[in-house]
Every structure is written in C-alpha cells, then in structure tokens.
C-alpha cells in the first residue's frame, strides 16, 4: 500500500479563494496580505454553528433543495479530483488533458449481463433528470450543485445483478497521461468507492452526466460520476470506468489510505467528529447574490436527506459504521 499524504487539511487551511476575498472585504481589509487574513479568520471558521432551515426546502422525494445554487465559477474551479492534483485549484487547471469521449465502461462481478459498454449505450435507454443536491466534503465545507444525470440504480437493473450481489464497486481511470496527479501516491491509484446494493439502488443516487444544464467539465468527473448527497463528497467518484457487482464490502481508496479517519458508510454525521476535527457545522459556498459567499451553517445527519435514506441504517450503530 502507498504512503499517506496529508490528504485533508483542517478547515482553516481550506477557505477558498472567493470566501477569503469577501472575508477581507467584511473586515476592511485589502487583498495585500492574505496569511494575515486567513489567520485572522481561523476564530471564525471554528465559531458555533448558526441554526439553518434547509431541509425544510427540499422537495420531498429529496430530489431538489431551493437553497441557492453555488455558483458555476465555484463549482467548476474548488474542486477535489486527486488525479489531476491535491490543490482546490489543481483539477479546473490540469483536467484539460482529460478526454471524456470516447469513453467506455466495464460492467462486471455478479451480474447476468456484463462486458465493456460504449457510454452512449450504457446510458441510452434512460432520461436525464435534474436534480439540486447539497454535496458536503468531509472536510467542512458543502456545495448546492444542479445535476443532470440518470438515476444509478435504473441502469443497475439493466444488468440483472445476481442474488449474490450485495455491494457495487466503482472505479475511476487511471492513465497517467491523461491525468498528471497519479505519478504521486496521494492515493492508492486507480480511486475506487463503493456502496451496499439498496445504496446503489436508492432513487437520491445519480450517476451524473451534466451540471447547470452543460455536460460534466473534465474537473467535476466528466463525463459520468456518481452524486450520493447523503455521504461525504469523496464516496461520489469521478469519471467511471468499471462498475462491478460483489458479493463483498469492496476497499475503497479513502478508506485503504487512512481507515481511522474514513469508513465505508461515510454517511454525514455531525455526532461523529472526524479524529482531526468536528464535522458538526459547514461552510456554505454561496450563491450568486449573497452579500457573503460563505456563511456558517449546522451539519445535518445525512446531509438533510435523512427521510429518504435512514430506513437503510435502522439498527446500525452509525457510529461504528461511519
Ligand atoms: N476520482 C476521484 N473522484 C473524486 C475525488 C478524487 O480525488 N478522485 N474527490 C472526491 C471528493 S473528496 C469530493 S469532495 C468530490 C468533489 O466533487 P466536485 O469537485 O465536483 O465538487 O469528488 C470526489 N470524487
Ligand atoms: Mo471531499
């Protein structure tokens, strides 16, 4: 196995370009000495959380928060995709290099129907849905993103998985051409996530293709990716390859890199603390026309989406399955 490398830093570390720039314009400052800045703000990043009301404006299949989209500009430039380096900033500059298309996908494990899938078939027969989902990172801070995308577990179905299937296992390309980032072993290469069967299957869990209306941009996991809101960002891998069904918990890439600080549920959980932090509040990047793009807000179990999803865990101590 590959070494560790600080793969997520605290909170503080993290405000992004936008935040700090509208921070210093709240405290006066000018844009001259920004490590005054972000120390100044460190207090603030780790203040109490402030009640929020979200869940409150979901539709109620889940489907589409009314809370304020994130903007485009943000969505597509404070990205995580290791592959193509570990900065916010890394993938919107280095994904060029990515080529979504043609691109195919591998079906395999247990299953009646498997093989190698050409993306246009493996997704043809389905509508592409919208969908308005909060994806919050398990570093602290949450997007309110506008997906376009295919239900995973309709075209799961297609693939008629055996009655020793209980998990899917997911896979992102690995090419070292295409992707600069995976000559360095921040992660245990190719990136790989998982979900049990019913997680796969549940109607919140897209396989996304788009967002706001345009085909996935190369850093957001063009051109097909999973969005699981209720989990922390890294269990929505990027830019698929192989899909397979497995009668076993399949490894995953965070978990094989620091299994005390990342679990196979993931689920969002403001009653686990990650070792190295709480994870009871968020920073919300914000949307086009908020005075402030980042506002402090409570983290909430599953993300918000606990009453299409907790029936999955009853009688699971999430504490241990985090
Ligand atoms: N292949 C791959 N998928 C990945 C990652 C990655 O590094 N590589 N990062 C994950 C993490 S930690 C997060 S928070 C989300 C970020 O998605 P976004 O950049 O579209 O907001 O992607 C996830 N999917
Ligand atoms: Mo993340």
Request: hydrophobic share 40%; net charge positive.
């Given at each position: 196995m590959r070494r560790f490398d600080y793969p997520a830093p605290p909170?503080?570390?993290?405000?992004?370009e936008p935040v700090y720039r509208a921070r210093r314009q709240l405290l006066g400052l000018?844009?001259?000495s920004p490590l005054l800045a972000l120390a100044g703000c460190a207090g603030a990043e780790d203040a109490a959380p402030v009640a929020t009301?979200?869940?409150?404006?979901?539709?109620p299949d889940g489907f589409?928060?009314?809370e304020a989209p994130t903007r485009w500009e943000d969505v597509t430039s404070y990205n995580n995709f290791y592959e193509f380096?570990?900065?916010?900033?890394d993938p919107a500059r280095?994904?060029?290099?990515?080529?979504?298309?043609p691109w195919a996908v591998v079906v395999g494990g247990e299953a009646e129907l498997t093989g190698t899938f050409g993306l246009e078939d493996f997704l043809r027969p389905h509508a592409v849905q919208d969908r308005i989902y909060r994806l919050r990172c398990v570093e602290g801070w949450s997007m309110v993103v506008p997906w376009q995308g295919v239900p995973l577990g309709e075209v799961l179905r297609r693939f008629k998985p055996?009655?020793?299937?209980k998990y899917v296992a997911f896979t992102t390309l690995a090419d070292p051409v295409q992707m600069p980032?995976?000559?360095?072993?921040?992660?245990?290469?190719p990136y790989r996530e998982g979900l049990r069967l019913d997680e796969a299957m549940n109607p919140l869990t897209l396989l996304a293709t788009g967002l706001y209306g345009k085909p996935l941009p190369n850093q957001n996991g063009a051109p097909l990716r999973l969005v699981v809101?209720?989990?922390?960002?890294?269990?929505?891998?990027?830019?698929?390859v192989r899909i397979d069904f497995t009668e076993r918990m399949p490894a995953t890439s965070w978990n094989l890199a620091q299994p005390s600080e990342y679990?196979?549920?993931?689920?969002?959980?403001?009653?686990?603390?990650?070792p190295r932090w709480s994870q009871r509040s968020e920073r919300r990047i914000a949307g086009e026309g908020?005075?402030?793009f980042a506002e402090r807000i409570a983290t909430l179990p599953f993300n918000g989406y606990g009453a299409q999803v907790a029936a999955m865990y009853s009688g699971m101590d999430l504490r241990k399955w985090f």
């Amino acid at each position: 196995m590959r070494r560790f490398d600080y793969p997520a830093p605290p909170p503080s570390e993290i405000t992004p370009e936008p935040v700090y720039r509208a921070r210093r314009q709240l405290l006066g400052l000018g844009l001259a000495s920004p490590l005054l800045a972000l120390a100044g703000c460190a207090g603030a990043e780790d203040a109490a959380p402030v009640a929020t009301a979200v869940a409150a404006t979901d539709s109620p299949d889940g489907f589409r928060t009314r809370e304020a989209p994130t903007r485009w500009e943000d969505v597509t430039s404070y990205n995580n995709f290791y592959e193509f380096g570990t900065g916010k900033a890394d993938p919107a500059r280095n994904a060029h290099t990515l080529k979504p298309s043609p691109w195919a996908v591998v079906v395999g494990g247990e299953a009646e129907l498997t093989g190698t899938f050409g993306l246009e078939d493996f997704l043809r027969p389905h509508a592409v849905q919208d969908r308005i989902y909060r994806l919050r990172c398990v570093e602290g801070w949450s997007m309110v993103v506008p997906w376009q995308g295919v239900p995973l577990g309709e075209v799961l179905r297609r693939f008629k998985p055996t009655s020793r299937a209980k998990y899917v296992a997911f896979t992102t390309l690995a090419d070292p051409v295409q992707m600069p980032g995976i000559r360095f072993p921040a992660l245990d290469w190719p990136y790989r996530e998982g979900l049990r069967l019913d997680e796969a299957m549940n109607p919140l869990t897209l396989l996304a293709t788009g967002l706001y209306g345009k085909p996935l941009p190369n850093q957001n996991g063009a051109p097909l990716r999973l969005v699981v809101p209720w989990k922390y960002g890294f269990k929505s891998i990027k830019s698929i390859v192989r899909i397979d069904f497995t009668e076993r918990m399949p490894a995953t890439s965070w978990n094989l890199a620091q299994p005390s600080e990342y679990g196979f549920y993931s689920n969002v959980n403001p009653d686990v603390d990650h070792p190295r932090w709480s994870q009871r509040s968020e920073r919300r990047i914000a949307g086009e026309g908020n005075r402030v793009f980042a506002e402090r807000i409570a983290t909430l179990p599953f993300n918000g989406y606990g009453a299409q999803v907790a029936a999955m865990y009853s009688g699971m101590d999430l504490r241990k399955w985090f």
